[in-house]
Nanobody
Framework: QVQLAESGGGSVQDGGSLRLSCDVS????????MGWFRQAPGKKREWIAG???????GYAVSVKGRFTISRDDAKNILVLQMNSLQPEDTAMYYC????????????????????WGQGTQVTVSS
């Protein structure tokens, strides 16, 4: 069974950057549709970025142009580079994996993600 472990969260000022990493163990990352979700206080978990097995990527409108998702098959990790961070980006960020490729890069509900990491907190102050 695949296991996911996020790292790289923290506190930054408005306009700052952070790089989140997701270590994948138990299987190879290239077997999965990978993605990132986030959950802000009082809100439901939302899909923000996806990376498909064939190299396609996709983003939610709220992060497009500021966030970049990538995978390193050799290191078996998933990365989310976050630039121009805003206070509304404050949330717990989760790495997810699933086998189904449909909607991988266009978004899906949290119930569609099979495997979840523990999450890493990102806080952006103004």
């Amino acid at each position: 069974q695949v296991q996911l472990a996020e790292s790289g969260g923290g506190s930054v000022q408005d306009g700052g950057s952070l790089r989140l990493s997701c270590d994948v163990s138990g299987d190879t990352v290239k077997n999965y549709c990978m993605g990132w979700f986030r959950q802000a206080p009082g809100k439901k978990r939302e899909w923000i970025a996806g990376s498909s097995n064939d190299g396609d990527t996709g983003y939610a409108v709220s992060v497009k142009g500021r966030f970049t998702i990538s995978r390193d098959d050799a290191k078996n990790i998933l990365v989310l580079q976050m630039n121009s961070l805003q206070p509304e980006d404050t949330a717990m960020y989760y790495c997810v994996a699933r086998w189904a490729r449909v909607y991988c890069t266009t978004g899906y509900d949290a119930v569609g993600a099979v495997y979840w990491g523990q999450g890493t907190q990102v806080t952006v102050s103004s």
